[in-house]
Structure formats: structure tokens, C-alpha cells
């Protein structure tokens, strides 16, 4: 076994929080030098049989074994601990380890729980996080040893997705198994993850029993419009007002404490001063309460002592298993008929609908369920979750993807907590479910300060349309915006397509939307002879038959409903739209008829139809029959947004899903040029020379036009005549970035004299402003005529992670902003999707006359810098400025690149 040395690194980066399949939380961590009287008190606590499971016999252990197994390297062995609060005190439950075995690739691993806490799924995250640390360090294989009466461990084993060769011999299995994440690994991982936030979060939204601690008589107080909150929305449950100053609470029994509540507890409402906060959900945790939700404020939001007590309320609640919302949020509202909770401070409790939101803000919150009730809009669940101590959008997204009665998602958010992690579900989910979204703070005043133009162009802001749009997300920029497109997903299905029919009994409302329609790229079709033929014979006064289709004020509801119908069986159109005015001659109530008329027929067709009713007088959002339902809009302009969102949606999940192709590369070769130029200078972040550069690049296939390092004009010139003239003549400098802002990029240099002079004006350029000193020689290159200049790039963001930009590039890249970002890793078809949404993507195929582009190779040229950039995690910036995409069959060349480590 490997012993703990002075050196060695508490690596805290593998601290973690995990959901068990009960649902509870557990704290997991490295075991520490520092635990040897928590361990031996763990072990202490195992009974014999769970003793002989692990060590094949019952062993009598002291101080000298604690000090030993406490004591690990981190990389040779490995030990993590799972923790539970008992009386404020942090007790070691279970412990999983490896030892590396001699041949270095293999390990093995042994678990054992304390028995309380057995069957939970314990081993299961133990060897999970096991296996992540293992592969970290180089290990490909776990080997254990298990006795055949121990089926829990072998269950484990068997369950976990890894293929588990093993034999018996003697009463004793030999296990190994490869510990890659296989397709099969990923998804049964991802799976249990989906059924664990189920688990914790039913508690949370559909509870049995409420405590509400600190629900008060006072009117006026938010202890008092809680509790009135939860008894007027119905609730099905029982709940408990906590109140160590009252005998009742609006006639119902209150108690002093939480611990005097007689039955058990799924959901605890806290609203205390916050200097009392933490020893009330200590309680909750010891009455085993599951699932807390603190609304008092006073914690990180206030910064000082708030983010203190936070972190401590955070603690206390993992320490316990509780799942927990906010604090600082306005809480939780769930209308399903077998729960009915408004276990909140709003007065509004919507009615029951298909729709969750999710809001960041509790102002926000009160105002969206305000007008949600004024819309008369229906809501599965809504939640405020405040300051996101522990649930987040990532765990509802898991819970509203298995919610039945949850058919649309709204998000309204301020920040990301684990962008990555949000990223993959969103993808998941949006698969089966939409997801509207609104996020504030997207007008930052400027970019990162950044050393690179890939840097400075992929702001925050970018990187969130990037998650978006490759996560299938509906971005909106207003409220409104975000209640028009759940209004239409809600009710129907996404469009097919973009082909829309507008009808109208009114010429202005119809060129309205059909400005809007072109603009918002939807297309207007014009009626086929035969569905002219149809709707002719319907309405006689009409002669000419456009789309939008003017039916005038005199239409009838016959006349109406019967032209919808012509429209919803025509394959010209993926959805309709209709608007109606108010007439002298025709009452309201006769053109919403014939809309309720002619709903059925669309949704036999599954054809999205939308209606604009202009000058009504209810606020509802929609025409409901008794099987369909229709959204309705007070303008043509907000009915054609939502629609266009609509068919964006539709587009990608028609979309193929893509792949990450397996690219051949030098990977190991190109780990020593990084590490070699990491210890060759402390400087920090470092660039790259050129010549390293060139080399780590050529280790992923990527083709840089040639390059020599020069220090003297003499050098200059040899390196001239070996490339071949024509060259380029660049200035090479560690901290100069932009070299033609100085004047140090001189083209197409054809002789050796000229070499001499374009050294000279380089250095004279930087003398002129002062910064000789900055000059370390110059780059020659060879000359790449033709082609349309490109910029790829690399920018490390640290919520985001890699983020991967293409665009215009040279020297106006940063003037002209014509990129695209996605976020990392690329499948094939981000990386033809990215080439192909810039504004300026027509030049590729060949404009005015000039060469289509090899596109192709620029797809490959991305997928290699995706591929560098997961293998390189040091790579923290890159540009690649310009990138000459030649024509068709003749590839790319990298002219320039920049490369920076951190």
C-alpha cells in the first residue's frame, strides 16, 4: 500500500454532492490523514457479518489499520468517504477505495456501509466516482474479490453497466471488469440520475404532510399568508403551523417545535429570522423531514454574514439528506387535483394546467402568477427557487421530463449554476418536452478582457445562445414573448414546417402578418389552382385569391369555418393563422364560432392553428372546444413570433442528432509538447512559440502553412529560400497579440532583399511607438494567395467551459462580429451547422463568380481543434486568424495561430 507523505494534496476538486435512490443526499469527499478517529468509529459501528463481508473474516482493527487506510496518495490509492450530520457532528457511513496493483493499469476496489444505511445505492456512487477518479489517473481496470454469499456487492457489480467478467472459486468471486464509459455505462448512469432527482424532489412538489415553521396569526405577515396560502388552495395533505407562541394557527393545533409534530414530515416550510434558520432545518433533519424550503431572506443575496449563513444552512441540510429551495425564494405551487399546494406567499393560485415554470426571482414570480391568472392560463407546478443553494433548473428539468402532467416548461432565469450539466439535460428533455426560456442580464456593458479575438468575441451572452441552440431551447426576450409560445406548444404540436396560410376578414391585419411572417423567416405559399377551385365554391364575392387570403368583414361563419377547413386538409401549409376584426355586420362571437368549428379538422391533420382576435374583450389566451384547444393572440405580430419559435423548434427535433467521429491523432506526442513548454518557464498563462505551435497542431492533422522562426535578418533569409518566395514577413512576439496593429505583417516578400528590408521596417515600426524590446525576432511563412480568410478559435469560459467560434476572420474580425460559437464537444453536425451560420456563408459557395469553398475540410479543421481541445485541457485560449479556406478539393491552410496555456 501506498503511504501518505508530506506532499501529498488533499484533492478537493472531488468533493461531491449525490443523490441516492431513495432520494436523500450524501456528501462523498477523499478520505483524509485527518479521519482516523472518524474511521475507527465507523468501523467500530459495522456489524461482524458486514465486517466479514468486506475483509472475508472479522477482523480486530486499531489505530495503527486506521492510520494505514486513512493515509493514500491520491493516485496510487484512492479511498472516498460518505458522510451524514448526527447531532452536529460529521459521522463517516461508508467507505469505497482502490489500491493500484503492480502491472499499473488495474486496481482494486472494496466497499462496505454501515448497516443502516445499506440498500440505499451507496455502493453504486461510490463506484462511480471511483471509476472517475481511476480513469483521471491512468487506471483502465478494477479488479475485487467477493464472497458468493455477498450478492448486495455483486448486485452492484452486475448492475452498474461496466461488462463484469467473473469466475467462483472456493466460495470466492474474482471480478474485473473495464471501467471506460461506455454508451451502456452513460446511459444506465444517466438513467438512475433521473430516477434519483424523481425520488428526492416528489417530497418537495407532491407531499403527504407540511409543517409550516413560523406560521403565525399576525395578519400581514408571510408566516400568516403562507399557511393561508396552503388551507385556501385545498391542499390534500395534512399540515402542521410550528409556533412555539401559539396553541392554533387559523383553528388547526400548532407545536412548539418541529420535533413535537406527532406524525412524519415530507415537507418543511421555514419562514424564521434568519439567525434562527439554521437551527430549525437541524431540526427538520433530525425529525427526518425529506424536503425544506426556506423563504426567509438575509443569506448570500446580502453578501457578509448571509453568505456564512448560507454555507452553514447548506451543511446542515446535505448533512441530513434534505433536499433543499432557496432561501430567499417565495416557494412552491403544485395544482394537480390529488395534491392542490400553494405552499407560497402568492395570493394566485393558478388553475390546473400543462405548463411548469420555474422563475430565479421571487418578484418575478409574483408578477408572472398574476397575469398567468389574468390569462387564464393553466400551470402543472410552479417554483421559485431563490438563491439556489441546492435545487436548480438541472433537477426540475429532470423531474417535469417524467411528470405527466407536465407538457411545456417555462424558465425565466438570471444565471447558470452548472451550464454543462444544464446543457445535456435540455438536449434530453427537449427531445420529448419544450422549453421556453427567458434569461435577464444579456446586455453585459462589454467582453471578457481577453488576449485573443476569439476571446473577446465570445462573451457570455453568446455562450448562452450557443447552450440554447444546441440544447433545443426556445429563447424569448420578453415575458410576453415567453406566455405567446406556451400558449401555442401548450395546446398543439410544432409545425412541420415554415409554409403558413393567413386568413383575415381584414386586408391591414393580414399584410401586418405578413411583414412579420418574412421577416421572422416564415414562408407564404400562394394557393394551389386546386385549393383556389375549393374555396371559391365556399365564398362567392371574393375574386382574388392570395395568401394572406382577405375574406372582408362580410364573411360568414359558414363561409369561414369553411375555408379553415379547405386549408387545414391542404399539404401546401404547415400551420394557419387566423385574425378577425371586430365587424358592424358579423358579432365576435359568430367568427370565434366558425374558428371552434374548424379546430377538429387541424387537429386530425396535426396542423398547427392560431388565432389573433383583434379587439376582444377577454384576456384568455385561447378558444377551447371540447377537443381542442386554440391558442389566441391580441396582435398578428406576437401569433407570427410565437409561431416562427415554434418552427425553429420543430427544425431541430427533426434534426439529426450528429456524432463525434474518432479522429486519428498523436495525442501522447501532443501532452509532451504542452508539458515541455509548461516547464521550460513559471510564466503564467504562457503562449506557445510558433514552432510549437506548428508541431502540436500537425499531432491533430491540422495542415499550417510553413513557418521558421527567425532572430536576425541572416536567419530571415535562410528561411526565405527553403520555403520558397513569395513570403510573409511577421513580427514574433510573446506579448504582442496583434501584429498588424503595429505594422508587423508584411506580404508577399519576393527576394532576399526585400526579407532584409521587411526585418528593418518591423523593427524600426516598433521603435517608432517604443517597443523594441518586445521583438524576438520575426516569423517567415510562406506565402498562401486565394481563398476566403476564416478565424477558428478556442476560448476557455469558466461556467460554460470550451467554447468553439468560427467566422470572418483577418484583421477586421472584431469589427465585423460574424461568428458563431458552440458550445464543446462538436459532433459532424455542429460543425457544418456553425460554417453555415454566419451571415456571410454565401461567399463559400461561390459568389460573384468566385470558387465554391472546400467546406468540407473546414468541418474536418473543427473537428480536430474540438477533438485537441478535449484531450489539451491546459489550451486556454486559441485563435487560429485567418484560416484561408481555399476552393473545393484543395483544403485549408492556418496562416496564423495563437495558442495559450494555463
Known sequence: MTGASDEVVYPSQYETEVLLKDGSRMRL??????DVERWLAFISRLSDRTKYLRFHYVPRLGREDAVRYCGVDYRDAFAFVAEVLRERREDIIAIGRYYRLPNKTTAEVAFVIEDPYQGKGIGTKLMEWLANVARDNGITTFEASVLAENEEMMTVFRDYGFHII????????HVSFPIARTGRVVQLEEERERSSTLASLTPLLAPRSVAVIGASRQPGTIGQLIFECIMESGFSGVVYPVNPNAESVRSVKAYASVLDVPGDIDLAVVVVSARLVAGVVDECGRKKVRSVIVISDGFRESGGEGVVREAELRYIALGHGMRLVGPNCMGVINTHPAVSMNASFSPYYPKHGNIAFLSQSGAMGLAILDYVNNIEMGVSSFLSVGNRADVSSNDLLQYWEQDPATKVIL???ESFGNPRKFARLARQVSMSKPIVAVKSGSTAAGSRAAASHTGALATSEVASEALFRQAGIIKVDTMAGLFDVASLLSAQAAPKGRRVAILTNGGGPGVLAADACENSGLVLPQFSPETTSKMASIIKRVTSFNNPLDVTAGATQEEFSGVLKVLAKDDDFDAVIVITIPATTVPASVMENAIKQAAPAFKRSEKPLLACLMGRESASRKLA??????????????????????????EWLRRPKGTIPRIRVRQRAAQKIVDSALTRTIERPLWLAPGEIEKLLDCYGIRVAGVAVAKTPEQAVAASRKLGFPVVVKLASDTISHKSDVGGVILDVRSEKEVRAAFKDIKDRLTKIGREKEM???TVQRMVKGGVETIVGVTQDP?????????????????LKDVSIRLHPLTDLDAKELINSIKMAGLFRGFRGAPVSDTKSLEDLLLRISALVEDIPQIAEMDLNPVKVMPQGEGYWVVDARILLR
Open 166 to 173: 467473473s469466475h467462483l472459486e472456493e466460495g470466492e468471486y
Open 776 to 778: 524576438a525576432g520575426v
Open 29 to 34: 469527499r477523499p478520505i483524509k490523514r485527518g
Open 411 to 413: 424558465l425565466y432565469l
Open 625 to 650: 372546444t371540447d377537443h381542442t384547444t386554440i391558442p389566441c393572440y391580441d396582435f398578428p405580430e406576437d401569433a407570427v413570433s410565437a409561431l416562427a419559435k415554434a418552427a425553429k423548434y420543430g
Open 799 to 815: 461556467l460554460f467551459g470550451p467554447l468553439i467560434m468560427f467566422g470572418l476572420g483577418g484583421i477586421y474580425a472584431e469589427l
